[in-house]
Each structure stands twice: as structure tokens, then as C-alpha cells.
Nanobody, 114 residues
């Protein structure tokens, strides 16, 4: 059974940094793209960053040059390094991968204070 578990969220001041981790288990993820989404209160869930198995990346314009997505295939873990955080980055961050169906983690709260 595929399971994604996020960690690393928390409360940080504007301008600070956090690193989120997403540990995947229950499957073979080498060829999977891994994505980070976020959902702020009252807003739609949005794609923040994605990385495929060869390391190609995508970033939403709102996080470009501040966030970095990476993937450690040996550990089945994806990361999201978030720098220069802004209050508008406050949201629940979710890890996602597509296998035979969509798999989501439980989410981790990121709160950026001004």
C-alpha cells in the first residue's frame, strides 16, 4: 500500500526558510514524478513544484527562485527547500505522486508570520 508522509512544516518568520520532506513507501517510485501542492484557507489546491525521474523540474511563478524541489531515489524521499518565505506562502503543503491512482500525503502546515 502506497503511503506518502510529509514532515518539516512549522511556524517561521517572513524571510526565513523551511525544508519539507516527503517519504514514500509501499511501492517503487524511481520513475514517478513527485509533486508538492499547497492549499491556503478558502483557496484551491495549487501545484507548487514538480520533479520527474530524470530531474526535470517545474515551479509555479509565485515560488520560482525561492523554492527548490529535489528527490533522493535511494531514500524514496522528495524535498522542498523553501527560502525567503512570505506570509502568502502560508498553507497546508501536500506531497503527491501518480501511480495507478493519485496518492496524497496527509499534509504539513506551513505558517509564515509577517
Amino acid at each position: 500500500q502506497v503511503q506518502l508522509v510529509e514532515s518539516g512544516g512549522g511556524l517561521v518568520q517572513a524571510g526565513g526558510s523551511l525544508r519539507l520532506s516527503c517519504a514514500a513507501s509501499g511501492g517503487f517510485f524511481y520513475y514517478n514524478a513527485m509533486d508538492w501542492y499547497r492549499q491556503a484557507p478558502g483557496k484551491r489546491r495549487e501545484l507548487v513544484a514538480s520533479i520527474n525521474y530524470v530531474g526535470n523540474t517545474y515551479y509555479a511563478d509565485s515560488v520560482k527562485d525561492r523554492f527548490t524541489i529535489s528527490k533522493d531515489n535511494a531514500k524514496n524521499t522528495a524535498y522542498l527547500q523553501m527560502n525567503s518565505l512570505k506570509p502568502e506562502d502560508t498553507a497546508v503543503y501536500y506531497c503527491h505522486t501518480l501511480g495507478d491512482t493519485d496518492y496524497w500525503g496527509q499534509g504539513t502546515q506551513v505558517t509564515v508570520s509577517s
